[in-house]
């Protein structure tokens, strides 16, 4: 009855929960769909509006540039008094300056050409003179007096247009012939996307202008399209933009959307059109992607649920393996409960309990290993240090006599052995001296020393290869240090050993020795291989070592005989370069 109970409470707090997260998420999720895809919608109508207006205002600037490009010579006054020759140079004059003028030519009263020039880059103009009198362009400049623009036509595929200039005489007026070309591939330059483009209709909705070069070379009637339709209706009005919100289907029925305006100087309309799948595509990836979060979120809700309902059980679960591990002395084990209230605090509880625990159980066999390390260390100093000084002296007196009083060498076979003994006595003598300098527990018989004088005599005790350079900077002013001289020299001696070992290619040993926070300070640097991070943790423990030979003990030594010192050794290393060690000592008051 119990289990059904709980079982029927989770449905009952997964129902409510997924319905307080569900059903206002989908309202919420709904409006916001609704709000972004008109906002996208009037996003790119108002892109393609104002690219439809940019055209058409280049349009206008076009023209008017046309009227520019004329006006020193409109407003020379002397212009119709100038001979023909004067003429001529001023045309060509204009010719080389503007590139898009094809031809140039002066009109008399009648509209036939008197003189003219033109520009051989684009056409092969004849140099007879002819009559323009039948040009609309002309026959609108005579009667209103003002500068008037012809309908664009093509000449090998090269969209033209005539403009005639009157000038202040009466019976005289300028024909220009200029190229549309410039203008018509920055129109053409004009995109969106992948099937966003601009093309150009008359006043009669003809196309004048198009990607397509064809349909406007062949004026292609264009009046079918809805937009073109709803732009001619509003021909002669404004300059007015206005935009097919609705959108429409172009000749070939693909589904478009766009805008237009109109270019007020020559009556021209721009059309910028797109499709409507690849214009609106953002709101249906926008239309997706809320679909999809919305059913992730539903998702998510239930699975909530489910977590909810399951947290307070799961930590006391994790509690109850954690003891068992504990009972089973794993102290590795960490119960992880991150439920930030009481449950969390005791899962916490638990884990510094555990923590301490193995603190005192290493702390319990570190003490046992020193016990044995101090029952060793009093068997090796007095059983077997005597034997060693025995066998030294039993050496020295065998290379003694076989020198005899003449002093002759040695064979070399016999100095080879007899150096080999020698060296395996120190080296014997070194882990006796670090047994008994890691096991010694009473304070040091300490007396006020120089410790320069300790560190001088350290140096001289070790044989040093000749491919390390030794450094010595001791500091004059360093005053006594309270130490016991056999343990410390042990301790530089160590270190010096460790220094000069690790530079087996060779390099600079600096010692250093100077006063910081009232302390003498002595530090040894080699220039070596340095320290790997992960070593560093385990330098000063018993019995680590990082050579082939070796007790481990020699650093652990170092450590212990400073702390009974009430002293201190740091360590600074970087790999590939080296390794200092720092020893600090206090001063004799």
């Known amino acids: 009855m119990e289990m059904i109970k709980k079982v029927r409470l989770f449905h009952k707090f997964a129902l409510i929960m997924t319905l307080l997260v569900v059903v206002p998420l989908l309202i919420q999720g709904i409006r916001m769909i609704n709000i972004n895809r008109e906002a996208l919608e009037v996003s790119v109508l108002e892109t393609h509006t104002q690219l439809a207006r940019a055209i058409a205002e280049d349009i206008d600037d076009y023209v008017s540039g046309l009227n520019l490009d004329l006006a020193f010579v409109l407003a020379f006054e002397k212009f119709p008094k100038m001979s023909w020759q004067e003429k001529m140079k001023v045309l060509l004059s204009v010719l080389s300056r503007y590139d898009d003028f094809i031809l140039i030519s002066v009109l008399n009263r009648k509209g036939d050409e008197v003189i003219k020039a033109h520009n051989p880059s684009f056409l092969q103009e004849s140099s007879r003179l002819i009559s323009r009198s039948k040009e609309p362009a002309f026959i609108e400049a005579k009667m209103t007096g003002v500068p008037q623009v012809g309908d664009i036509y093509y000449e090998d595929d090269l969209p033209c247009i005539s403009v005639v200039y009157p000038l202040e005489a009466e019976y005289e007026y300028v024909f220009v012939t200029a190229t549309l070309s410039k203008l018509w591939r920055k129109i053409d330059g004009v995109r969106i996307g992948k099937t966003g483009f601009a093309f150009l209709i008359d006043s009669e909705g003809r196309t004048i202008f198009h990607p397509e070069l064809e349909r406007a070379i062949n004026f292609e009637k264009v009046t079918e399209l809805p937009i073109v339709r709803q732009a001619l209706s509003e021909f002669g009005t404004s300059i007015g933009v206005d935009i097919s919100g609705e959108g429409f289907r172009n000749e070939n029925g693909t589904g478009m959307v766009g805008a237009y305006a109109w270019a007020e100087s020559l009556d021209w ?321």
């Open 269 to 589: 309309g721009v059309i910028m059109q797109q499709a409507k799948s690849e214009a609106y595509s953002s709101i249906a990836r926008m239309k997706r992607n809320a679909v999809l979060w919305i059913a992730l979120s539903i998702l998510g809700s239930v699975f909530i649920a489910f977590y909810l309902a399951k947290s307070l059980s799961r930590p006391i679960l994790e509690l109850i393996v954690g003891a068992e591990r504990l009972g089973e002395g794993d102290f590795s084990y960490e119960v992880k409960v991150n439920t930030r209230d009481e449950i969390s605090t005791l899962a916490n509880t638990f884990n510094f309990m555990v923590k301490k625990l193995k603190e005192f159980q290493e702390q319990l066999v570190l003490r046992e290993k020193l016990a044995a390390v101090g029952q060793m260390a009093s068997v090796v100093g007095h059983e077997i240090r005597n034997p060693l000084g025995v066998i030294n002296n039993a050496i020295y007196y065998i290379r003694t006599k076989l020198e005899g009083s003449s002093g002759r060498q040695l064979d070399p076979k016999i100095q080879k052995h007899i150096g080999i003994i020698e060296k395996e006595i120190v080296a014997s003598n070194k882990i006796i001296n670090d047994l008994l300098g890691f096991s010694r527990t009473r304070p040091p018989m300490a007396q006020p020393l120089d410790l320069n004088k300790i560190i001088e005599d350290s140096l001289s005790a070790v044989s040093i290869p000749e491919t390390v350079k030794v450094e010595i900077d001791l500091s004059l002013e360093l005053p006594p240090t309270l130490i016991n001289p056999d343990e410390i020299r042990q301790v530089f001696i160590n270190l010096i050993n460790n220094a000069w070992q690790a530079m087996p290619e060779g390099g600079t040993l600096k010692i250093r020795s100077y006063i910081e926070e009232e302390m003498a300070q002595v530090e040894v640097t080699d220039t070596g291989c340095g320290i790997s991070p992960e070593n560093m943790k385990k330098l000063f423990a018993p019995f680590f070592s990082t050579k082939t030979k070796g007790t481990g003990l020699g650093l652990a030594a170092v450590q212990r005989i400073l702390e009974r010192h009430k002293g201190k050794v740091k360590v600074r290393s970087r790999v590939g370069q080296g390794t200092t060690f720092i020893v600090s000592l206090p001063l004799a008051k």
